[in-house]
């Protein structure tokens, strides 16, 4: 009987760990869900009245292909096109003419794009090792933050948000996790090339 007994646990444990590995899987996917993941964007959009304001947050290798610093002519040359894509939000989100959207603000962050804002106020020493935790950090998961806000003169014309456009000028961009705010309420949706309209 004893025997027996010595030899459950040792039966069980394969179970236990089969199932602790499973938690953990699930428990990163859980993670990285809300987090980095390549192929996912993020993108908050508000219409309030006559304001509309987006937010895209995607990892740089969705827009750019790649997230380190770009060093070489080729990757200097994919973050300036990407650059002045989000620089034209009007074109990128297909917004309709007939609204009569004006940019008021825009503000465009990325590693990749060498921002110097923060470098500004630092003095020289300070700012190398900014920039090398910076660096450090930014090295595999390089995050490209876009924000815009507009004023539009005829709201109403603003039934939609129509991301077709990001998809095409991404193509690495798979899904948009989009929270979107508007007269009907807020919504959670998951846009993707093929189901790229959204309603406000």
């Known amino acids: 009987m004893r025997r027996l007994l010595l030899a459950l646990p040792f039966a069980l444990l394969p179970l236990a760990i089969a199932h602790a590995a499973d938690e953990h899987d699930h428990d990163h996917e859980h993670g990285s869900l809300g987090a980095h993941e390549h192929g996912v964007g993020r993108l908050n959009a508000v219409l ?5 304001e987006l937010e895209l947050d995607s990892p740089a290798m969705n827009l750019v292909g790649f997230e380190h610093v770009a060093t070489s002519a080729a990757d200097k040359a994919k973050v300036a096109a990407a650059r002045k894509q989000l ?3 009007l074109a990128l989100f297909n917004l309709p003419k ?34 090398d935790g910076a660096h450090e950090h930014h090295h595999d998961h390089s995050e490209i933050h876009a924000h815009f806000q507009f004023t539009c003169a005829t709201p109403a014309a603003l039934s939609n948000l129509d991301l077709t456009q990001v998809f095409k000028t991404f193509p690495a961009t798979q899904k948009i996790q989009v929270q979107l705010i508007g007269p009907s309420g807020q919504q959670g ?5 093929t189901a790229a309209t959204l309603k406000f």
């Open 48 to 52: 309030d009245g006559q304001a509309l």
């Open 189 to 193: 949706v998951e846009a993707t090339a």
């Open 87 to 89: 620089e034209n939000p």
């Open 98 to 131: 007939a609204a009569g959207c004006v940019i008021s603000t825009q503000e465009l962050n990325s590693p990749l794009f060498g921002d110097k804002p923060e470098a500004d106020h630092d003095d020289d020493d300070h700012d190398d090792d900014a920039k």
